[in-house]
């Protein structure tokens, strides 16, 4: 992956030139990543790229919250745990209207 820093965003040809090369390309903020950009080839449908990058996301979301399941232990709770759980917070919530 390609590094920018975000002042570079300043110099579109060379913004332009860099996502020609590259494909992909970071952009940091004082060393920190701060944003992803990406080229869209001619004839890509933008809107179809971002919808994959927002499932991706979703995917890794998901899969850090299994993993953090499965630390604590909560992925062995029974379907009666779960329920009951539900229902204290469903409990508590209305007590606190």
């Avoid at 570079?8 to 860099?18: G, S, V």
């Avoid at 996502?19 to 701060?34: K, S």
């Avoid at 790229?49 to 991706?56: C, G, M, Q, S, T």
């Avoid at 630390?71 to 209207?97: H, P, Q, W, Y």
Wanted: glycine share 6%; aromatic share 4%.
């Amino acid at each position: 992956m390609s590094y920018l820093s975000v002042k570079d965003l300043k110099t579109p040809k060379y913004l332009r030139e860099r996502l020609r090369e590259d494909r992909y390309l970071m952009v940091t903020n004082h060393g920190r990543p701060m944003a992803l950009m990406m080229d869209i080839g001619e004839g890509e449908d933008a809107e179809a790229l971002l919808e994959a990058v927002r499932e991706a996301r979703a995917r890794i979301g998901l899969s850090r919250i299994r993993a953090s399941a499965k630390r604590s232990g909560v992925d062995k709770l029974s379907l009666k745990s779960i329920n009951a759980e539900i229902e204290a917070a469903r409990k508590e919530r209305r007590t606190t209207r």
